[in-house]
């Protein structure tokens, strides 16, 4: 725990690129998809969100690597806040203007991630726990 909170104070005064992978639930509307693997990786004070083989839909026809960058971080006592609005996401490499993250919230901690965003009218909402199995 404490070697954790080390490297997080250390990655929000910009001294180390780290990141931590996470398994959850990602619900869109009413579609819901368990196991999906989030990492975030930090550098300084922003994160970048990578959601791998997501698909938003039932019928979406593939799965795609879905990337939020630019996530502001603020760190708090008990947790990290995150934030950003109008951030261009990029899927498979590629940016998508026309699915622009028009605002994200969301918190991390030592243990769990979670955070809801609005993208192309729909809200995402994901909460995973961290994967010791990638570590």
Request: charged share 20%; aromatic share 8%.
């Amino acid at each position: 725990m404490k070697r954790i909170l080390f490297a997080v104070a250390l990655m929000l005064m910009g001294l180390a690129v780290s990141a931590q992978t996470f398994v959850g639930t990602m619900k869109v509307g009413d579609y819901t998809r368990k196991d999906v693997t989030v990492k975030m990786t930090v550098k300084g004070d922003t994160a970048t969100i990578t959601m791998y083989r997501v698909k938003f839909a039932k019928m979406m026809p593939v799965k795609v690597n879905f990337q939020i960058p630019d996530i502001r971080i603020t760190a708090t006592q008990q947790r990290n806040l995150l934030e950003c609005h109008n951030i261009v996401p990029l899927g498979n490499g590629k940016k998508y203007p026309e699915y622009t993250v028009r605002k994200l919230n969301g918190a991390v901690t030592s243990a769990v991630l979670s955070f809801t965003c609005t993208m192309d009218e729909k809200t995402i909402v994901y909460s995973g726990v961290i994967n010791r199995r990638a570590e």
